[in-house]
């Protein structure tokens, strides 16, 4: 079925480094948003994505949404132990009749 | 303003049993949407209910059920409970429009055994 798939699954980096993680739907997408969710807790909203080719950035965090609306990424420079946790992309796929669909994740572990 | 609150925190069920799990939304959102985390299917959709109506369902069998209350507050039931429903069952609010960002609860991590 239609899906959203994030890799990697595991993105181990050493404290300073960049962490980019990637996010593909399968079908075009009406906006793409990005959750973290710290361990032990709950997602928590990030940003959303909506006109093609859009770029936004939070601090050291640097979001893309791809031309064809189909794909996303997340980038973080110099990684710090806070941005420890796990990234979601979600989009509406099917227009949000299956409500929103969560890509598996990437669980970002920091080394000191 | 008051974020997502769910109740209970925990949960320990028998195979069998039901359980009803409830949430109460930020003030002034109507929309409030269940998903169910598990570590090997990650977050996935149950339903969502917008003004006492069910507006969407995820692919779950008929023993997950929901309702919405008046002041928009929710409670989700499973019936003749699984081990395989052992997950986080998580609770978001959002505002009218469909597309906006889910405000998530911390959470029912239900244990069945």
């Known amino acids: 079925g239609q899906q959203v798939m994030q890799i990697p699954q595991y993105q181990h980096v050493q404290e300073g480094e960049d962490f980019t993680t990637y996010c593909n739907s399968s079908t075009t997408l009406s906006n793409i948003q990005w959750y973290k969710q710290r361990p032990g807790g709950h997602p928590v909203f990030l940003i959303q994505?909506?006109?093609?080719?859009e770029v936004k950035k939070q601090k050291r965090l640097t979001f893309q949404f791809g031309e064809a609306k189909k794909n996303s990424s997340l980038h973080i420079t110099a990684t710090q132990t806070t941005d420890v946790g796990t990234y979601f992309c979600?989009?509406?796929?099917?227009?949000?009749?299956?409500?929103?669909?969560f890509g598996k994740g990437t669980h970002l572990i920091i080394q000191p | 303003k008051a974020g997502v609150t769910q109740t209970p925190r925990y949960l320990i069920k028998t195979r069998g049993q039901q359980v009803t799990l409830s949430c109460s939304p930020i003030?002034?959102?109507?929309?409030v949407s269940w998903y169910q985390q598990t570590p090997g299917q990650g977050l996935q959709f149950l339903f969502e209910y917008f003004s006492e109506t069910q507006r969407n369902k995820g692919n779950f069998p008929g023993r997950f059920s929901g309702r919405q209350f008046s002041n928009s507050r929710s409670e989700m039931n499973v019936s003749t409970l699984e081990l395989g429903d052992s997950a986080l069952y998580l609770c978001?609010?959002?505002?009218?429009?469909?597309?906006?960002?889910?405000?998530f609860g911390n959470g029912t991590r239900l244990t069945v055994t």
């Open positions: 994505l909506v006109k093609s080719g």
């Open positions: 978001a609010s959002s505002s009218t429009d469909p597309n906006s960002p889910l405000h």
């Open positions: 979600a989009g509406p796929i099917g227009g949000g009749a299956d409500g929103l669909t």
């Open positions: 003030s002034g959102h109507r929309s």
